[in-house]
């Protein structure tokens, strides 16, 4: 049987860990410290000699073991719990050359866990520009444990770096600094209170605000242990950081040596610019329009590919399978369903092409420092605002990336409001509504379906930071807000990560978004086709029209509809119709707002459907069939359902409704709770109803 | 006594004490210690963040955090 190692991968933010982690197992997955990019714990294999396996494990970039956000929780999570699964025979500590007295302190925390520890100095090639020189056996023997020097630029240190993991058991698992240094009476206490536990281990757990899996609070209570007051327990803190710094200062005054006339600064310059007053914010403007220009501009090129393409698809399938309920499952349900997963691809793969280059060139961190202020009036933290640009493009991934705000208050806030943002599932939904019901007519040279479309992102927007303002004020919840965030190096980015960080974070959005569009598609397509009673079964007897005067085409559609109207969702959309006629919608467009429930974009596929264009697809043309159909309806007394009123109250149902199960699922897993993703549904919908009700009751 | 929150763009000082417990521990951690020398790159506007570099680390703080840092002017 092959042995297997478990190595914790760990290291501060911006130390290149990813790479170290690319270069062992092969498999290449990141993490960047930065907002927008999800943080998890990722895992890879490494092949060691004689058919030993090493399990990598990358954990997200963290300063210290005092964990402050949901994501450093990670981390010290997996490092206290020794019956954890995952639990680490060893951990590799990745540290920053230029930054290594910094790095040295969380390389101290975890020794002082009685973890083996490996020391790796990432980005050695850049010793010579900075006139750094380091002298590795003496800096062994004072750290007590192994140093590899790594650089992201060549992999030679590989094999070495795998002999060390190979040969793990003669790593020196002392810890680094004795406790009694900070303060003796206190830590003897409690390591004699708690014989069997290590003591650093207890002191990190006494110290955070999250409670671990095997030991907690609780226990440390029961054994009626002597209790500091906080800011007793932040004074000792203080001293045992003061003590560690004081420690690696005297093993680096002889371990390293630096030529400060060599250290030249680049960047500052650049920093100069970009965090500007009045430049800072106009660059920051002119690179937000750059990208939804792109993201609208270049990705309708490969969508209308990949919907042509399903409908192509589907069109084959009813074609060459045998007619029956099961093709029409798969063509109608599934292919149909799919399609409407994959057509979101070239957008999402867009934006985190974009906000990965942000993110690696260290351009957002500059955002943040620019935008904090402003948006904390509205009760959100500088961080927001990654969350709140993905929000343009879909909420789900936009979630995600709030897991860095380390106020709580802060990070739940964002995620309320980050549905108001006009994700691009609203997009095809507007473009049909708008060119229904706004002249394509122009004022001063602004056409007004333009000015309409533009209109829908502001109130969007408006609804976010609007919400946010009162929802800071409503939630009482204390939780301290504060901003320690660094500032790093620019660096160019690798097209390597960057091409990763697109293929993962697509790959994710898919199978999250996915399981639900799919599950509806096929819930949505069994009530249309299917339903009880005569008019179902024989919708032909029922055909109002002359069967002679009609072409068979026509008869086809009105038998078609006939059935729809008796299916069950047709029962279903006519049981709760009282409901949205106040808002101007007769039962067909609340089926479309049923079923977009689930997934906004489902409303033009299920109009569709409904006013039966065959083998819809987003091609102009179906578009405009579909278009000329739903112009023409009209309610029992000839009245036309679109008009201008009834679709702007739908633009604006639309604009305001949670309307996205994924979304919602998402809200739960990031909150922990339903009642987070039940309120925020239950507001959006009642807001969305309450706001569309008054704009249709005074336009009509 | 002044803290870092009254210091200017090209400020420079050193940090004579953190020992207010609402300083973040990760603020020290990450280099924020006495005798360690500050210096200010830049000011966010409207009384935002401040932009600050401490021993070749580089961080950004709020304005509260950093009137908890005491710090002492070197003459000349």
């Given amino acids: 049987m092959s042995k297997q190692i478990k190595v914790a991968l760990i290291g501060n933010p911006n130390t290149g860990k990813t790479s170290i982690f690319n270069s062992l197992t092969g498999l290449n997955q990141k993490i960047a410290n930065y907002p927008g990019v999800t943080v998890d714990k990722k895992e890879g294999i490494c092949k060691l000699d004689r058919g030993v396996k090493a399990h990598i494990y990358d954990l997200p970039g963290t300063y210290s073991l005092n964990a402050s956000s949901m994501d450093e929780n990670i981390v010290v999570e997996l490092l206290l719990n020794k019956n954890n699964k995952d639990f680490p025979d060893l951990a590799i500590i990745v540290s920053d050359v230029e930054n290594l007295k910094r790095n040295l302190v969380l390389f101290t925390q975890v020794k002082d866990l009685k973890i083996p520890t490996i020391l790796a100095v990432n980005m050695s090639d850049r010793m010579k520009y900075k006139g750094i020189e380091l002298d590795i056996p003496i800096l062994e023997k004072s750290l007590d444990t192994k140093i590899i020097l790594t650089t992201n630029r060549s992999s030679d240190w590989t094999d070495k770096l795998k002999n060390i993991i190979s040969n793990y058991t003669e790593l020196s698992s002392t810890n680094f600094m004795n406790l009694d240094i900070i303060d003796s009476n206190y830590f003897q206490n409690l390591q004699k209170t708690f014989p069997n536990q290590e003591l650093y281990k207890l002191w990190v757990v006494i110290c955070q605000d999250a409670n671990f899996t095997n030991i907690d609070k609780k226990f440390l209570e029961s054994k009626n242990f002597e209790t500091k007051t906080l800011s007793e327990l932040k004074r000792l803190q203080q001293k045992e950081t003061i003590k560690r710094y004081q420690l690696i200062n005297n093993i680096l005054r002889t371990g390293q040596k630096i030529d400060q006339s060599k250290a030249v600064g680049f960047g500052a310059s650049l920093d100069k610019l970009l965090t500007h007053k009045v430049f800072g914010y106009f660059i920051f403007f002119l690179i937000l329009l750059g990208i939804f220009q792109v993201i609208y501009e270049w990705a309708t090129v490969p969508m209308d590919f990949i919907d042509a393409s399903f409908a192509q698809m589907a069109e084959w399938v009813k074609i060459n399978l045998p007619n029956g309920a099961m093709t029409n499952l798969l063509a109608d349900g599934i292919i149909t369903g799919i399609g409407g997963i994959v057509i979101f691809i070239p957008q999402i793969a867009f934006l985190f092409m974009f906000i990965s280059i942000l993110e690696e060139s260290g351009y957002m961190s500059r955002v943040v420092f620019l935008m904090d202020k402003i948006m904390q009036k509205f009760g959100l933290s500088g961080k927001s605002v990654v969350p709140l640009i993905s929000g343009v493009a879909c909420a789900i991934p936009a979630i995600m990336a709030t897991r860095n705000i380390e106020s709580w208050k802060e990070r739940l806030i964002t995620i309320l409001v980050t549905p108001f943002m006009t994700c691009a599932a609203r997009l095809p939904v507007y473009l049909i509504i708008v060119a229904l019901v706004i002249p394509d007519e122009t004022i001063f040279g602004f056409n007004y379906q333009a000015i309409a479309l533009m209109s829908l992102y502001i109130i969007g927007f408006l609804a976010a930071v609007g919400s946010a303002y009162i929802l800071n004020s409503v939630l009482n919840i204390r939780s301290r807000s504060v901003l320690v965030m660094e500032m790093p190096n620019y660096k160019i980015p690798l097209i390597k990560d960057v091409l990763y960080t697109i293929v993962e974070k697509t790959k994710t959005f898919i199978v999250e978004a996915g399981k639900i569009i799919l599950a509806i598609s096929v819930i949505l397509w069994f009530l249309a086709t299917n339903g009880i009673g005569d008019r179902f079964d024989n919708p032909q007897d029922y055909v109002t029209q002359d069967i002679e005067l009609i072409s068979e085409n026509d008869l086809q559609s009105e038998i078609a509809s006939i059935k729809l109207e008796n299916s069950f969702i047709g029962n279903i959309g006519k049981t709760i119709e009282p409901i949205f006629k106040p808002l101007g919608y007769d039962w067909k467009i609340g089926i479309g707002l049923i079923t977009s429930f689930a997934a906004r974009e489902v409303f033009v596929g299920t109009l569709a459907v409904i006013y039966n264009v065959e083998s819809y697809n987003d091609s102009e043309e179906k578009r405009l069939e579909l278009k000329k159909i739903m112009l023409r309806e009209t309610d029992a007394n000839g009245n036309k359902i679109f008009t201008l009123a009834s679709g702007i109250s739908l633009l604006l149902f639309y604009a305001f409704a949670m309307q996205c199960m994924s979304t919602l699922a998402i809200v739960r897993t990031e909150t922990n709770s339903w009642k987070w993703p039940a309120l925020q549904f239950i507001i959006m919908t009642l807001i969305a109803y309450i706001v569309s009700l008054i704009a249709y009751q005074i336009l009509s | ?76």
């Fill in chain 2, 1 to 76: 006594m002044q803290t870092v929150a009254d210091l200017k763009k090209g400020d420079k000082a050193i940090i004579k004490d953190v020992s207010d417990s609402s300083i973040p521990i990760k603020l020290l951690e990450m280099g924020c210690l006495p005798g360690n020398e500050i210096e200010i790159i830049q000011l966010a506007p409207f009384l935002g963040p401040m932009y600050i570099n401490i021993n070749g680390s580089h961080l950004a703080i709020r304005k509260e955090t950093a009137k908890l840092i005491l710090i002492e002017i070197p003459k000349l």
